[in-house]
């Protein structure tokens, strides 16, 4: 008795179907590596200006805190910011801690920026003096234009 050998068998098919979902999870598994391995390359954010306040408003020496408002595709949402003037310098400081990201708040009897989360300090110049935030916090583009104030946000 001859067999018709154009037909597919059970076995040939199933081993055919695994290696075709072996190669969809492979490439699936590649999209997400470079995902997370070049985030930012693939994420790219553009930088807005918003107004933060007159430039009559500015700290004449040390550090003042400012709320923003700034669209947020489409919507507006409000960063937390501060502004600080060491008297040579004029630039302003993410409010977000780079340890978990909580709000850190502005102690001037200390003279310094403490997180209220897990003790994370910083001097006046944004730099890590006790805690575990692995790094400094964030500075901000700031640009003075017509006696008005604006603060880059990446969006």
Known sequence: MLQNTSKLDRRSFLKKVCKLFSF?????????Y???AFPKQLRKKKTVYVYACEEEEL?????????IDYPLHGKAGTKKIFIVNTGKELFALSAICTHLG????WYRPENK???PCHG???????????GPPPAPMNRM?????????HIGLRV
């Open 24 to 32: 969809i999870g492979l490439f699936i598994m590649m999209g997400l």
């Open 34 to 36: 470079l995902l997370f």
């Open 59 to 67: 700290p004449v020496q040390g550090v003042r805190q400012y709320y």
């Open 102 to 105: 909580c709000l850190i708040n």
């Open 113 to 115: 920026f403490l997180c």
């Open 120 to 130: 994370g300090q910083y001097d006046t110049n944004g730099n890590v003096v006790a």
């Open 141 to 149: 583009p700031l640009k003075i234009e017509h006696q008005k104030v």
